[in-house]
Each structure stands twice: as C-alpha cells, then as structure tokens.
C-alpha cells in the first residue's frame, strides 16, 4: 500500500522497508531495496533496507518507487510499493535581521 507524506522543502524523511510473509511473518530479500524518484526528489540509501526520500528545493509532488526480489535464489520474484512525497515551501521562522556600523550623521 503506498505511504503518503508531506514534508517542507528544507526537510527528508527516513523510510524502513520491513518485508513480511503473507502470514504477516519477518521476511527476507535477495540483496538491497532499489528505490527509483520521478520528480524533483533524490534518496539517499541508508543500508539494504533503509534510506532517505529527500524533498527537491521546489513544491511540488515525487513519487518514489520501491523494489525488492523476494526470491533468495537465481530467479526474481519482484515486490513493488510507492511513496507519493508532497513537498510545500518552508515559511521563515525569524526575520533574520543584522545592524551595519554606525556612520556619522
């Protein structure tokens, strides 16, 4: 089932992929997750099960598509889900400002 997060562009969410049986049992794959990003996101691998989807500098929608060969022999049995990231544009928190050096009047 497709996760759907939200997130700021200033902002990168961590993703556990925990595969299970169908009887709802721990699983394992056949070598590490492969996670493909259309649209301005990137990610950032963590460990075979683990990465990063990290939100692109501009609002807008990515859809990362994640892949795992449940097969643990020669052959592939492939298992796919999704993650639909929406990033928003991060508000100021400050108004950030700075003083010059005093000039003469």
Known sequence: MPLDLQCTNEEK???????????????SLDGPVRVTPTGEGTVEQVSDTSFFVVSGDNPGATTYLVEGDADLGEGIILLQDSINLNVSSANASSLGMTAATPVVK
């Open 13 to 27: 969410i961590f993703i556990t992929v925990n595969p299970v049986t169908r009887g709802g049992r721990p699983a």
